[in-house]
């Protein structure tokens, strides 16, 4: 009885999907940022507040609401921003910050079907959003001079965004800056 060789199908099987992975990476559409952004969700030190203002400009064919989109043939150009008030808290050792953010701006869609074209447009503000991020794990409370020094690692945050239809709305409009109606929003943002 001859000794039996390992068969090679694991080795070659790792090899194909190592090459693919590469072959991906390298030839992969650049990544495009989308919603908040990276560190959007990785809390401060105690006590801290921040006032902060963001501009939005956009053109393609998706509006504020990145669930919102135009057909073929249709483009949305987007102009605004936000202005926004943070403020962090503890509680039970845990840091955690509260967000009172309001969008304004103007947008406008046109959109062309053949030989015909139409031109729809809205400004003013946006709805209301009432925003806490809590971290559930490895997220300390930490004073201004231990979060200098502190190192962080994997964390888990509770989000929850409250939206008050405080925005512009038309129901004869297609376009319009507010959504008419309330919305609750909950994520569990992961951090590293």
């Given amino acids: 009885m001859s000794a039996r060789r390992p068969r090679p199908a694991p080795h070659i099987a790792a090899l194909c999907v190592g090459v693919s992975l590469v072959f991906l990476l390298l030839f992969s559409a650049p990544a495009r940022s989308q ?17 902060n203002v963001y501009g939005m400009f956009g053109r393609g064919n998706a509006s504020f609401n ?23 808290f503890a509680l039970a050792g845990k840091a955690g910050s509260w967000l009172v953010s ?10 062309s079907i053949g030989s015909a074209s139409r031109t729809d447009s809205g400004s003013g503000i946006g709805d209301m959003q009432l925003t806490t991020a809590f971290g559930l794990l490895g997220s300390p409370a930490l004073s201004e001079k231990d979060y200098e020094t502190y190192r962080p690692r994997f964390a888990v945050n509770l989000l929850t965004r409250l939206y008050i239809p405080t925005g512009e709305y038309d129901r004869t409009s297609p376009v319009n800056l507010g959504q008419n109606r309330w919305a609750l929003q909950l994520g569990l943002p992961l951090a590293y």
């Fill in 35 to 51: 919603g908040e952004g990276a560190r959007a969700y990785i809390l401060g030190p105690l006590p801290s507040q921040a006032l």
């Fill in 66 to 88: 990145p669930g919102s989109v135009v057909a073929a043939g249709g483009e949305v150009d987007v102009d605004g921003g936000i202005i926004e008030y943070a403020h962090s």
């Fill in 102 to 111: 309001l969008p304004f701006g103007n947008a406008s869609r046109s959109i």
